[in-house]
C-alpha cells in the first residue's frame, strides 16, 4: 500500500496535482474537501454540519474529519494505497493517519508541500472553475476549458465555489495556515516531507512531483 499525502495552501494546486498522478500512479484521489462537498450536495446530516464550517473558511472538527477519510481509505479501491488531497491538515489528523497506517503495517510514503506565495492565492482562487460531476479544475487563466462553461472531460457545467469569494478566501489561509505549518513540521520529523515549488506553471510543478515519486535509481539515469 502507498499512501501519499499532498499539502499546501488553499489554491495551491493539490487537486490539480492530485488528479494527475492518481491517473500516472494508478491509485485513487481522496479530497476531504471533495468528499464534504459532496455531502453538502446530497443535504445529508453530515453536510448540514459541515457547511457552517467550510463557509466560514474554518476546519471542520477533527473527529468527523478523521471519520470520513478513514471510512473512504477502506474502500477496495483504496487498497494499493492513496493520494490524499488536503487531509491531513492538523497534527492530530496526521497522528490519526500515521496510527491507521500502522495498523496494515505502511506509513506515509511522501508528504509533498507545493509551496505558493500567499500573495498568488486569492488571484487563483477567483479564476478557478470546478466541474458539477466529478469536479475537474479549470483557472480562467491557467487552465481554461476548451468550451467556455464546460468541462472538457465530461462536459458536465462548470461552476464557482461559494468558499472561492475573495472574503472568505483570506479567512481560509488567516485560519488555516498555521495548522498545516504543525502538519508540516510532523512530516519534516518523519522524513517524509518534500517542498516543491508550486509557483510555476502546472505541467512544470507536475514533473517535479514524479520526479520525487520516482525511484532514485531510476532518478540517478534519467
Ligand atoms: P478543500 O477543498 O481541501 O480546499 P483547500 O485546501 O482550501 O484547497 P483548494 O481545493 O481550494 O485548492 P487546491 O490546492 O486543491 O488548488 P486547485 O488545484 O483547485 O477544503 C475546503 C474546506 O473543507 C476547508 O476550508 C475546510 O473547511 C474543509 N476541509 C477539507 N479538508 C479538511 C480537513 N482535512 N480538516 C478540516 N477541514 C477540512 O488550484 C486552484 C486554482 O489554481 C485552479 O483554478 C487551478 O486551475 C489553478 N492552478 C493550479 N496549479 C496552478 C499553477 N501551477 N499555476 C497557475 N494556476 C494553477
Known sequence: MRVLVLLGAPGAGKGTQAQVLARTLGIPHIATGDLFRAAVREGTTLG???KEYMDRGELVPDGVTVGILLDRLSASDARDGAILDGFPRTRAQAEALDAELAGRGVGVDRALYIDVPSEDIVRRLSGRWICEAAGHVYNVASRPPRAAGRCDIDESA???RDDDRAETVR???GQQMGALG???AHYRATGALVMVDGGKPIAEVTEA?????RP???RRVG
Open 171 to 173: 479567512a481560509r489561509l
Open 209 to 213: 512531483l514524479l520526479d520525487v515519486l
Open 182 to 184: 504543525e502538519v508540516a
Open 48 to 50: 448540514r454540519e459541515v
Open 216 to 218: 532514485a535509481a531510476e
Open 158 to 160: 462548470l461552476v464557482q
